[in-house]
């Protein structure tokens, strides 16, 4: 069931999204996987459910192997800073992927919901579960799992066991 209004994601070609858009970019796997999180890992009366379905309202939505390299996506290492505070670097996951270490930000949560789909240099605000709101700069993006698989995919010579 799509979260959209028209009950089907339009894909977009990312060639032809203005970079200036203030909307979040995300790939259709990443969509697929949000969308799925709705009803599998939030409890029904968690105000993130509703901050989860606005987002991919509006977000837009192109094939994963077209979202651009400087794009955050699930799998992402990002750093940012939340309300000026000292940079953090974490991975970008779903749910409860991993450990609470400090190494992860779930994208179920304000800050993680904020990164997903947008680029180093942005600064967005992300509404906490309580009254106010977070300011989140993002400072950069060390890595990127559809651009690391684009560049497996170019270094491919050929000789690996595939080939056989």
């Not at 400072?139 to 651009?147: F, S």
Request: charge should be negative; charged fraction near 25%; hydrophobic fraction near 40%.
């Amino acid at each position: 069931m799509s979260m959209r209004n028209t009950g089907a994601v339009r894909l977009q070609s990312a060639s032809h999204i203005r970079t200036d858009e203030t909307r979040p970019l995300i790939g259709l796997h990443d969509y697929g996987r949000l969308e799925t999180a709705i009803f599998d890992h939030l409890d029904i009366l968690s105000p993130m459910r509703s901050r989860v379905a606005e987002l991919l309202t509006s977000a837009a939505v192109v094939p994963s192997r077209e979202v651009p390299g400087d794009v955050i996506t699930l799998g992402s290492v990002v750093r940012y800073r939340v309300d000026g505070d000292r940079l953090q670097r974490r991975i970008l996951v779903l749910g409860n992927e991993h450990a609470p270490n400090g190494q992860y930000v779930n994208v179920l949560t304000p800050v993680g919901l904020a990164l997903i789909g947008r680029r180093p240099g942005e600064t967005v605000a992300a509404p906490r579960l309580d009254e106010g709101s977070l300011t989140i700069v993002i400072e950069g993006l060390d890595h990127q799992p559809e651009a690391d698989l684009r560049a497996k995919s170019i270094d491919d010579d050929g000789n690996g066991p595939e080939a056989a």
